[in-house]
């Protein structure tokens, strides 16, 4: 009896000595003394290892070294000795964002608002978490809750314009900005936004004067920046520019987007002016910026094209023959990004019967809607559901395409779902984008892609390397098994003989020849990738053998390439 009165004694004076001590960490922390507060959250910790308060002021010390990795083993211990701290459960959340794991992100999120679901903070990253996911009308619907819940809150408005540009509904996206410049007229992100509209529908002028309201609002906002270099091409006359971004980067504090926003820049501006050492070298750092909390496994996406081409075999066309949904309206435009997808879309939207869908995630939200393996999943299914996935696709479309012959959707990665298109719409098309591989994963290297996770291979030339080696073999698969019709366009044909590749392509696609496609760059329509600016000037040759300017620093590309890269 005695020593368990003894050891009770020892528990009681442990916790008085572990509050002391955080009181004590509490003080030094208001005062400025980080250090001293450090240390005594430790001695809390070595007092009493599950203190919730204690775990999470050290992950947010871990958090601001760039030890993400500890900062949220932490967090989640904190998470698991006070299930209902609704704040380390938000804490929690972004550091999973920042990790590149936002599925794990979502599931905090989701219980902090169930704890308290007044709490804007968690709400906001809610939906961040779900346009990284791409399930992006939820993303939408949670950003109109917000600026309900808050809507004095400009910041809340930009987020929900951001969420219907990403679904495609430019065009709704303006009022949300207007009403964050009304509520907050000096707002960089909601001037930078404005010009991200402008630059959809081709009003680059009206662009270029939003980036610059952006600036005066706030000279280093790298976003604009980078968008207003990406707006035309830099001259010698833009000196004073390039020195201001030169400037900024030269600064210790840019680190992560801001980083790799301002040397992105450079490479484009370098890369403009001739200097491609220079520009070289801002590409490499802006994608090792990018790379940080990307997770990208490089065997396990070779493995999982390999499943996907001995799932989708001849047996299982042979299966699903005769079922799905009819409907010949869908074409698919696929290949890696920066092959020509964008400028084959505004050739076909150009069409007075063809509507340009943009990416639409909705093929790959049913792939995954599916599970792990959905060719097994579809396997399972009766007649009538692979039409009703067929349907659900067809309605998921734009609503101003329905009067459109036919659809294009340019989700680049489709290339991954196509046994699942062929399935659930027989009667769909598919036109593959090739272009040389040196020229598109050198472009892909030096393009700063909107949403990262979207590519998470693309800030690393051997990564990128494997997965057009990927491509390249999927594809050649589908060449040979797919039971609906697949035409082949390469990037350099399509720019040497533009009127024999169009009038192939709308051979292809069941449409009368129309000279206005020919005149594409002349078509207006929202294009909200980043060929943007591309696509609204004639066909020019200057894109073609671009990596050679490169040469001497592509090397190692060229190696992970292999046969493909020696025949560039």
């Given at each position: 009896m005695p020593t368990r009165l003894s050891e009770k004694k020892r528990t009681r004076s442990r916790t008085r000595r572990a509050s002391r001590e955080l009181e004590s960490a509490y003080a030094r922390h208001r005062a400025g003394d980080l250090g001293g507060a450090e240390q005594a959250y430790r001695r809390v910790l070595a007092l009493d290892p599950g203190n919730a308060p204690a775990l999470?002021?050290?992950a947010a010390f871990e958090h601001r070294r760039g030890n993400l990795e500890s900062a949220q083993a932490l967090l989640s211990r904190a998470v698991e000795s006070d299930p209902d701290d609704v704040g380390a459960r938000n804490n929690l959340g972004n550091l999973f964002q920042a990790?590149?794991?936002?599925?794990?992100?979502?599931?905090q999120y989701r219980e902090a608002l169930r704890l308290e679901p007044s709490h804007l903070s968690a709400r906001y990253n809610l939906g961040k978490a779900l346009q990284r996911l791409g399930d992006l009308?939820?993303?939408?619907?949670?950003?109109?809750?917000?600026?309900a819940r808050s809507p004095n809150d400009a910041g809340a408005w930009v987020a929900l314009a951001l969420a219907r540009q990403d679904t495609g509904r430019?065009?709704?996206?303006?009022?949300?900005l207007r009403r964050a410049l009304a509520i907050e007229p000096r707002h960089p992100e909601a001037h930078n936004s404005l010009g991200t509209l402008?630059?959809?529908?081709?009003?680059?002028?009206?662009?270029?004067?939003?980036?610059?309201?952006?600036?005066?609002?706030?000279?280093?906002?790298?976003?604009?920046?980078?968008?207003?270099?990406?707006?035309?091409?830099i001259h010698p006359r833009d000196a004073d520019l390039v020195a201001r971004i030169e400037a900024l980067t030269a600064r210790k504090g840019p680190a992560g987007e801001e980083a790799a926003d301002l040397h992105f820049a450079l490479g484009k501006a370098r890369e403009d002016l001739g200097d491609f050492e220079r520009a070289f070298r801002h590409y490499q750092e802006g994608n090792r910026q990018r790379r940080r909390g990307v997770r990208h496994?490089?065997?396990?996406?070779?493995?999982?094209?390999a499943a996907i081409a001995h799932d989708y075999d001849a047996d299982f066309f042979l299966h699903t023959a005769g079922q799905g949904d009819p409907s010949s309206r869908p074409v698919f435009i696929v290949g890696m990004p920066r092959s020509g997808t964008s400028l084959v879309e505004q050739i076909l939207a150009s069409h007075p019967d063809c509507f340009g869908a943009g990416e639409l995630p909705n093929l790959g939200l049913q792939a995954r809607s599916l599970g792990a393996r959905p060719s097994k999943r579809i396997l399972e299914l009766e007649p009538e559901e692979l039409a009703a996935l067929g349907r659900a696709y067809l309605e998921s479309l734009p609503a101003d395409s329905a009067g459109a012959a036919r659809v294009t959707d340019k989700m680049p990665a489709n290339w991954l779902h196509l046994g699942l298109?062929?399935?659930v719409l027989p009667g769909a098309r598919v036109i593959w984008c090739r272009r040389d591989a040196m020229d598109v994963c050198f472009s892909i290297y030096a393009q700063q892609f909107t949403h990262q996770d979207a590519y998470p291979y693309a800030f690393d030339l051997e990564d990128i390397a494997s997965e057009y080696r990927c491509c390249e073999r999927l594809m050649e698969h589908w060449t040979r098994t797919l039971p609906i019709p697949l035409h082949e366009v390469r990037y350099e044909r399509l720019v040497e003989d533009l009127e024999g590749v169009t009038a192939s392509l709308l051979e292809f696609c069941g449409l009368p020849f129309d000279a206005r496609c020919l005149r594409f760059h002349e078509t207006d329509r929202r294009v909200g990738t980043a060929s943007n600016w591309q696509v609204r000037q004639p066909l020019y040759r200057s894109s073609l053998a671009r990596w050679r300017l490169f040469e001497s620093q592509l090397g190692p590309l060229r190696s992970a390439l292999g046969h493909a890269g020696a025949g560039g």
């Amino acid at each position: 009896m005695p020593t368990r009165l003894s050891e009770k004694k020892r528990t009681r004076s442990r916790t008085r000595r572990a509050s002391r001590e955080l009181e004590s960490a509490y003080a030094r922390h208001r005062a400025g003394d980080l250090g001293g507060a450090e240390q005594a959250y430790r001695r809390v910790l070595a007092l009493d290892p599950g203190n919730a308060p204690a775990l999470s002021h050290l992950a947010a010390f871990e958090h601001r070294r760039g030890n993400l990795e500890s900062a949220q083993a932490l967090l989640s211990r904190a998470v698991e000795s006070d299930p209902d701290d609704v704040g380390a459960r938000n804490n929690l959340g972004n550091l999973f964002q920042a990790l590149g794991r936002p599925a794990e992100a979502q599931t905090q999120y989701r219980e902090a608002l169930r704890l308290e679901p007044s709490h804007l903070s968690a709400r906001y990253n809610l939906g961040k978490a779900l346009q990284r996911l791409g399930d992006l009308d939820a993303a939408v619907s949670c950003f109109e809750d917000l600026c309900a819940r808050s809507p004095n809150d400009a910041g809340a408005w930009v987020a929900l314009a951001l969420a219907r540009q990403d679904t495609g509904r430019s065009d709704q996206a303006f009022e949300p900005l207007r009403r964050a410049l009304a509520i907050e007229p000096r707002h960089p992100e909601a001037h930078n936004s404005l010009g991200t509209l402008h630059v959809e529908r081709g009003e680059f002028a009206e662009a270029e004067a939003a980036f610059h309201a952006a600036l005066r609002c706030d000279p280093g906002f790298s976003p604009a920046l980078l968008n207003l270099v990406h707006t035309r091409r830099i001259h010698p006359r833009d000196a004073d520019l390039v020195a201001r971004i030169e400037a900024l980067t030269a600064r210790k504090g840019p680190a992560g987007e801001e980083a790799a926003d301002l040397h992105f820049a450079l490479g484009k501006a370098r890369e403009d002016l001739g200097d491609f050492e220079r520009a070289f070298r801002h590409y490499q750092e802006g994608n090792r910026q990018r790379r940080r909390g990307v997770r990208h496994d490089r065997r396990m996406a070779e493995k999982r094209a390999a499943a996907i081409a001995h799932d989708y075999d001849a047996d299982f066309f042979l299966h699903t023959a005769g079922q799905g949904d009819p409907s010949s309206r869908p074409v698919f435009i696929v290949g890696m990004p920066r092959s020509g997808t964008s400028l084959v879309e505004q050739i076909l939207a150009s069409h007075p019967d063809c509507f340009g869908a943009g990416e639409l995630p909705n093929l790959g939200l049913q792939a995954r809607s599916l599970g792990a393996r959905p060719s097994k999943r579809i396997l399972e299914l009766e007649p009538e559901e692979l039409a009703a996935l067929g349907r659900a696709y067809l309605e998921s479309l734009p609503a101003d395409s329905a009067g459109a012959a036919r659809v294009t959707d340019k989700m680049p990665a489709n290339w991954l779902h196509l046994g699942l298109a062929a399935a659930v719409l027989p009667g769909a098309r598919v036109i593959w984008c090739r272009r040389d591989a040196m020229d598109v994963c050198f472009s892909i290297y030096a393009q700063q892609f909107t949403h990262q996770d979207a590519y998470p291979y693309a800030f690393d030339l051997e990564d990128i390397a494997s997965e057009y080696r990927c491509c390249e073999r999927l594809m050649e698969h589908w060449t040979r098994t797919l039971p609906i019709p697949l035409h082949e366009v390469r990037y350099e044909r399509l720019v040497e003989d533009l009127e024999g590749v169009t009038a192939s392509l709308l051979e292809f696609c069941g449409l009368p020849f129309d000279a206005r496609c020919l005149r594409f760059h002349e078509t207006d329509r929202r294009v909200g990738t980043a060929s943007n600016w591309q696509v609204r000037q004639p066909l020019y040759r200057s894109s073609l053998a671009r990596w050679r300017l490169f040469e001497s620093q592509l090397g190692p590309l060229r190696s992970a390439l292999g046969h493909a890269g020696a025949g560039g």
